[in-house]
């Protein structure tokens, strides 16, 4: 006898759908890849580490360390994208992506593994983020503790820290940054450089190609409400759109280094532009820097690194960690 139909509950296809026993199907999947001790097309190393602390999960990338060459590394703190609802630091997009990263900027990447909404609502992942980062700087003593990363205390250069993320990411990065500017972090340590490819953003009142009508049915709209049900003032809420009034200065952000990346055909990218002039504006005195890039859509780089337009944007984005 076939199994009753399940009723939808929440449907955001090609996304995810939530059903009303409680299970979410995520559609846009990528498989589970284990990490390599070398990459033997990089020599990029890689492994997993658990609890850092307890409940967050991280994929470490170390590059190859040639003879004659520093062994301490930039030190980049990653956060994937997939809206807060799907996506893994341990998928074969992301891993692939991570590799080519690791092995341009040749720095130290630590990809966390934040939880995910419906079954962990926002703000766990932002929290998420902000305590790995926490254990990162963490690293930054000359004290020896037995549950020290030793890649961390090795390889990591702690005058060159970085967040950086996509899409979700971006967003989370954004709120690590702008946290950043009024917590202090462990060991003093600072937060050099930022970087937000293809940020997150939204709002009630749309900004260059986003829909003028319906906007309230809209993909990006539903899924900010369905990862983030509580959020006061729903889409006009400052973690999702930090352009409305009222919402924190941009002057507060704390690293003295930005990159924002946008693409074109990309519906986010009118609501990024704003961001920076936002950033441009707010009296925040650090360095800005805007790539956009010409007919090209939303995080096509992880998509088809191949590309040289994906491998343009790559090298720009590493060149900012590691001039």
């Known amino acids: ?5 399940k009723e939808i509950l929440t449907d955001l296809s090609p996304i995810l759908k939530h059903y009303a026993d409680g299970t979410v199907e995520r559609l846009l999947s990528f ?15 890689s492994k997993d580490i658990f609890s850092i602390p307890p409940g967050i999960s991280a994929r470490i990338y ?50 966390v593994e934040y939880r995910l909404a419906p079954e962990h609502p926002l703000p766990a992942a932002y929290e998420d983020s902000w305590n790995a980062l926490k254990w990162v700087c963490s690293h930054n003593t000359e004290e020896t503790l037995s549950e020290k990363e030793k890649w961390l205390v090795d390889h990591g250069d702690f005058s060159r820290i970085f967040v950086g993320g996509d899409s979700a ?40 190609s986003e829909p003028k009508e319906d906007k309230e049915q809209s993909l990006l709209y539903r899924l900010w409400l369905f990862a ?40 986010l990218a009118g609501r990024g532009l704003a961001y920076v002039e936002k950033v441009k504006k707010s009296g925040w005195k650090g360095e ?36």
């Open 1 to 5: 006898m076939a199994s009753p139909t």
């Open 31 to 45: 498989p589970y890849v284990p990490p390599s001790p070398e990459d033997p097309n990089t020599g990029v190393s």
């Open 62 to 111: 170390l590059p190859q360390i040639t003879a004659g060459t520093s062994p301490k590394r930039p030190i980049l703190l990653y956060i994937h994208g997939g809206g807060f609802c799907i996506g893994s630091a341990f998928s074969s997009l992301d891993h692939r992506y991570m590799i080519l990263l690791t092995a341009e900027a040749k720095a130290l990447i630590i990809s």
């Open 169 to 208: 990411g971006g967003n989370i990065v954004h709120y690590v940054a702008m946290r950043a500017g009024s917590e202090t972090l462990p060991e003093n340590s600072k937060i050099y450089g930022a970087f937000l490819s293809h940020p997150f953003f939204w709002g009630s009142i749309p900004i260059g």
């Open 228 to 267: 983030y049900p509580s959020a006061d003032n729903g889409i006009n809420n400052p973690l999702i759109n930090p352009l409305i009034d009222g919402a924190p200065s941009l002057s507060s952000l704390g690293c003295s280094r930005i990159l924002v990346c946008l693409s074109e055909k990309d519906v």
């Open 288 to 323: 800005l820097k805007l790539v956009e890039i010409e007919g090209e859509d939303h995080c096509f780089h992880i998509f088809s690194p191949e590309t040289d337009k994906a491998q343009d944007l790559i090298s720009r984005i590493a060149s900012f960690i590691s001039p």
